[in-house]
């Protein structure tokens, strides 16, 4: 097996709603906002090669949608998953399978482009199969009011129309240490139902893909939610019990979303669980 990180494309998001109800003089500190109160935000993938399979972990935002939905979110960089992919010897239809964490449009909207001719959409990744699971699949695609706007039909409904749409078979366990793909996954149902991160054994470490547990490096500190989860105070139990977990087992964990950090290690403090050590990539596995 060998890892590789995937940069699709960096973006920035309202400080305030990315840290709910945390001053602006605290969060700040670690996550700067800009002068419309935004903040550096990432979109980066996890791509596993396992023999014959080559496996993307979500696929950010895409770039099929108009000037003015992207306008709200002041795209910035020049990553993109093809160059990400090039630059790795790889190309996407390269890749056999993608696994969404879950389905809002940052983390699944690459999976779906505009046709030749674009009068309809077809999936970015042809030959792969598209992972999600069957609750979340159910919850994404009927969607409730607060996140209609983060689950977009046009993302969705082609992946299941392509016929390449499968479901992660479930066991009734929160971590559950199996699955079709090889890695582990710690189901969490605050920031939406049954958002899935992948849990990967890698030389000699575990690997957690935090997805929207765990945003930012910032986001560490237990009060520290997000606006957008739906269930913030079950989002706050989540943490807990995952933070003392991964101080106990000793994880790594892989931030999707922090644009300026990549990996990070944990320990328990007097003020409860904070960041231990920062690590690149390629600083802890090259």
């Known amino acids: 097996m060998k890892l590789y990180t995937v940069e699709t494309g960096n973006f920035k998001l309202d400080g305030g709603a990315m840290f709910g109800v945390v001053p602006k003089a605290i969060w ?15 979109a980066r993938s996890l791509l596993i090669e396992d023999g014959d399979r080559l496996i993307l972990i979500d696929t950010g935002m895409g770039d099929k949608q108009p000037d003015k939905f992207f306008g709200y979110y002041n795209r910035w960089g020049n990553h993109s998953i093809d160059s990400s992919l090039q630059k790795l010897g790889f190309h996407r239809d390269d890749i056999t399978d993608v696994f969404l964490t879950h389905l ?33 699949w159910k ?16 993302n969705l409904l082609p992946i299941q129309e392509s016929g390449q749409l499968k479901f992660i078979e479930r066991t009734s366990d929160r971590f559950q240490k199996e699955s079709e793909l090889g890695f582990g996954i710690h189901f969490v149902d605050g920031h939406t139902d049954k958002q899935m991160l992948p849990h990967i054994s890698y ?36 943490k807990e019990l995952f933070l003392n977990e991964a101080v106990l ?7 999707e979303h922090d644009a300026h950090n990549q990996l990070c290690t944990l320990k328990e403090t007097e003020k409860g669980v904070r960041l231990e050590e920062l690590f690149t990539f390629d600083q802890l596995f090259n």
């Open 28 to 42: 700040q500190r670690t996550n700067p906002a800009d002068h419309n109160n935004q903040i550096d935000i990432a």
């Open 104 to 136: 809002h449009f940052d983390h699944c909207g690459g999976c779906i482009q505009w046709n030749k001719d674009r009068t309809g959409y077809e999936p970015a990744f042809k030959n792969a199969t598209f992972w999600t699971n069957e609750d979340h």
């Open 139 to 154: 919850w994404a695609t009927v969607p409730n009011a607060r996140e209609k706007a983060s689950f977009l039909k046009e």
């Open 203 to 238: 030389k000699g470490k575990q690997l957690v893909f935090m997805a929207d547990l765990l945003p930012t490096v910032g986001h560490i500190p237990l009060p520290y939610v997000m606006g957008y989860d739906t269930r913030p105070l079950l989002t706050l139990a989540e």
């Open 249 to 255: 087992e000793g994880y790594h964990l892989f931030f």
